[in-house]
């Protein structure tokens, strides 16, 4: 009973947090309608939250009053569907930011160009596998990108075929693997030339994450450091705000 009790803690932290997947939303209202106490306490809750604005938060204080006032011998299915209608209502309130820090990842999401020039004159096998992977890469083949720059750079380390690979992951949507490859490398350590673009994908990447903390700790070291990206973090990081 206990451990179900902080399930139903954490769920409503992670709601007013903003971090709920569509299923731990749906097993919310569950509990919200099947739940007496809990959603009690989850409309407690909504009283102490300063997130909402000011007019819509009024306009659902009076909601869950004139619901909270109704007498009990009322139809079981009014409850219900007020019930349902309210949380409905605020779940587009807190998802409403979400959506916007993916409007913002796609708007400012492009692949890094191609900046490395192979030369294959030497015929070797992995200048070979460096150069297919930037012909993948600048056809927007990011699969096949990422298979050759992974190959390449364990025949050869080169901080730009691991800097592609993450970029290539990001293009295909797989955030998670790209965060993780851009990380697998001391950018700054190893004085890279990709350090500044390597940390403006990691805050665009912590965006699409909706972890906003991370995403300014990257975009500051963009901003903070010479480079042709210092006035996209900067406006970035305003926008954030």
Known sequence: MRRKLMNKEALIEKYFSHQLSDAEF????????????????FYQQLEIQKTISEANHSQIKERLKKLSNKPKNKNKWYLYAASVTILMILGLLFYKPQQELQEIYAENFEAYPNVINITTRS???????????????EK???????????????????????????????????????????????????????TAVAN??????????????????????????????????????????
Not at 26 to 41: A, R, T, V
Not at 213 to 235: C, G
């Open 26 to 41: 749906n097993q919310l209202k569950k509990w919200i309608e099947e739940d007496e106490l809990f959603k009690n306490e």
């Open 200 to 241: 403006w994908y990691l805050g665009l990447a912590y965006i699409k994450q909706e972890q906003l903390s991370l995403a300014k700790l990257y975009l500051q070291k963009v901003m903070a450091s010479e480079n042709h990206l210092q006035i996209q973090a900067q406006n970035l990081l305003k926008e954030l705000d």
């Open 123 to 137: 015929g070797s096998d992995n200048e070979n596998k460096a150069a297919q992977a930037f012909q993948y890469y």
């Open 140 to 194: 927007e083949l990011y699969h096949e990108a990422v298979l050759a720059f992974d190959q390449a750079y364990k025949n050869q380390p080169e901080d730009y075929l691991l800097f592609y690979k993450g970029v290539s992951l990001l293009a295909q949507h797989k955030t998670n693997e790209g965060i993780k490859v851009l990380h697998s490398y001391d950018w700054e350590k190893n004085q890279s030339e990709f």
